[in-house]
């Protein structure tokens, strides 16, 4: 893809990249004082300079496929031998009321509403990113990349999967509260304005991103403009600002689960863990305030990743499974025994190898070669708890056929199930993908990554916001105004569609670049002959229906919203004001 001409606006700019650029080259390429491998581990591959893998590289990705294998053998063996079908036995919740919502509950539907809003803005901005691959700078003969460059648009990709993700988490948990505990005073206004400031956050982040890409913020770039982090590019003071908006949904979520938490003695409830894994979201959040503007790149990259992967992959997974377990012991489709037994082992597996399994980020930061055993081991068995979905996935499909047609949990199941569907590929198949060390000397930087990053971060993450959208907006709106009919084509349009564009663009043009970052080096896999060449652009255009079809589920989804909200709150209102 083409990068627009004024970029470098003066002399100083260009020592400045210049200089940057002759760092990374030197680091890459000079070795370590009695070491005969260079600061970075001979990443990346390049035989023209001596760049190979370094034994250890080879050596912990068999050990760390060895592991695997004989860990997932005794876990499966624990978990079929002392769970049985009989511990999920519970009353189904079949007798679905009409919804009575409280005031801080009907706040939350504006929260869904733009999540999925910024969900089809994602669409549109992976569209152009997609596109730039093709035209270069262009958009159908439009010189985007003047007022739009590719940085934005990726930046804006990243960042909006992130907020409206984020959107829908903050909004389940509001709804939670008052759901099991109770409503406290004001809650609804408070919920209001927690919205109004995550509307500025947002606001100020996009904003801030062009004009410090474009050049027009000339100052203080890194507090209100883009860190430079992929993940976490915006401004540091909306980042603290973020923090405070989750501490502030903390307060919310906390007080309104009070009784709950009084009424459940147990410290180690399923309630207190709900509690518990909430606290941790605001918490490890903070991970990226650890660097500051003048960190050496090796330590803001060590905390970035605590952010990326401890925070995402790992509390949020903690979290995520917590809240699924809730509502399935709520809706009496898991027992609550049942539930906690999920939920301890999964904190085990989950957390046992995450932490540790975040050192495969470092292989090649610097980093010391116990470091690369450590990551290819504990990232390895990352794998281990997803595998586990599939028993929860298929106990969860007996669940819909016991509810029958007309179950009122029908669809937030079914998008449950396609989590387990997805965390397993996503998550596990093409997460594992990219951990061992001897595939990621060679893959890291090319296109093999986004294979993971969309059935993951969409797959995971995407797919549980809507299901906990879902079930949130069943106990909002009434029961006339549930459409099963567009859940239904939404849902497949959105499993289909990312099924597709994996099968017909992303693992065709990753696997693409692999070969040739094999055969000559990262140099060349990431060279214009690669990224530009006419197989690129073929597997570009190939991902246009497919992004049609996903985009389609998107847009359904979002009209079912507005149908849902317009037929509960304004017909009744516009009927009464007529009479």
Not at 75 to 85: A, Q
Not at 355 to 361: A, C, D, E, N, Y
Not at 472 to 490: F, N, P
Not at 509 to 526: C, D, E, H, I, P
Request: some cysteine; overall charge neutral; proline content about 4%.
């Amino acid at each position: 893809m083409a990068l627009q001409s004024g970029i470098v606006k003066t002399a100083e700019q260009g020592r400045l990249v210049s200089s940057f650029f002759a760092w990374l080259a030197w680091s890459a390429g000079t070795d370590r004082p009695d070491k005969d491998y260079t600061y970075t581990t001979n990443w990346p591959y390049d035989p023209l300079v001596g760049n190979q893998p370094v034994p250890d590289a080879l050596i912990w990705s068999i050990v760390s496929v060895i592991l695997l294998i004989l860990v997932i053998g005794m876990v499966l063996f624990v978990y079929v031998r002392y769970i049985r079908e009989s511990d999920y036995d519970a009353n189904l919740l079949t007798d679905f009321k009409e919804p009575s919502p409280t005031s801080s509950q009907k706040a939350t539907l504006p929260y869904f509403i733009t999540a999925i809003l910024l969900f089809i803005a994602q669409i549109g901005m992976g569209a152009i990113v997609g596109h730039y691959t093709v035209e270069g700078a262009g958009f159908y003969g439009i010189p985007i990349a003047k007022f739009l460059p590719y940085a934005i648009a990726r930046t804006w990709h990243l960042q909006l999967a992130i907020f409206w993700i984020a959107t829908c988490f903050l909004a389940a948990g509001l709804f939670i509260g008052p759901f099991v505990g109770k409503e406290p005073k004001k809650q609804g206004l408070l919920t209001w304005i927690l919205f109004g400031a995550v509307a500025i956050v947002l606001g100020g982040t996009l904003t801030g991103t062009w004009l410090s890409v474009t050049g027009k913020m000339t100052s203080n770039n890194f507090l209100f403009g883009h860190q430079g982090y992929e993940y976490i590019e915006l401004g540091r003071v909306w980042q603290l600002l973020l923090i405070a908006g989750m501490l502030i949904w903390l307060v919310l979520v906390v007080r309104a689960i009070k009784p709950a938490l009084s009424r459940e003695k147990d410290f180690g409830g399923i309630t207190h863990m709900l509690l518990f894994s909430a606290i941790a979201i605001p918490l490890f959040y903070m991970a990226g305030l650890m660097y500051g503007q003048g960190t050496h790149l090796s330590e803001a990259e060590y905390w970035r990743w605590w952010v990326v992967h401890l925070w995402v992959e790992g509390f949020f997974e903690v979290f995520a499974t917590v809240f699924m377990a809730f509502i399935l012991s709520y809706i009496g489709a898991v027992s609550r025994d049942m539930s906690l037994k999920i939920i301890y082992f999964s904190i085990f597996l989950y957390l046992g190898s995450g932490v540790i399994g975040t050192f495969h980020h470092l292989y090649w930061a610097g980093s010391p070669s116990p470091i690369i055993a450590l990551g290819a081991v504990f990232s390895a068995l990352e794998v281990v708890p997803l595998t586990l979905l599939a028993f929860e996935s298929v106990h969860n499909l007996k669940v819909l056929q016991q509810g029958g047609d007309t179950y009122a949990y029908k669809w937030p199941i079914y998008f449950f199930v396609s989590v387990a569907f997805w965390n397993l590929v996503g998550a596990g198949v093409f997460g594992f993908l990219i951990n061992p060390p001897i595939v990621l000397y060679y893959i890291q930087g090319i296109n093999t990554t986004p294979i993971h990053g969309h059935t993951a971060l969409f797959g995971v993450y995407g797919l549980l916001s809507i299901a906990l959208l879902l079930f949130s907006v069943r106990h909002i709106v009434t029961r006339a105004s549930w459409s099963d009919r567009l859940l239904k084509w939404s849902f497949w349009g959105l499993n289909i569609g990312l099924v597709s564009m994996t099968i017909f663009s992303l693992i065709p043009s990753g696997f693409y670049q692999f070969y040739y970052a094999v055969k000559y080096g990262l140099w060349y896999a990431r060279s214009p002959e690669i990224t530009t060449s006419k197989a690129i652009q073929i597997f570009s255009w190939m991902r246009v229906l497919p992004d049609l079809v996903f985009a389609s589920g998107a847009i359904l989804l979002f009209i079912f919203l507005v149908r849902a909200v317009w037929l509960s709150f304004f017909i009744k209102k516009v009927a009464s004001e007529i009479d």
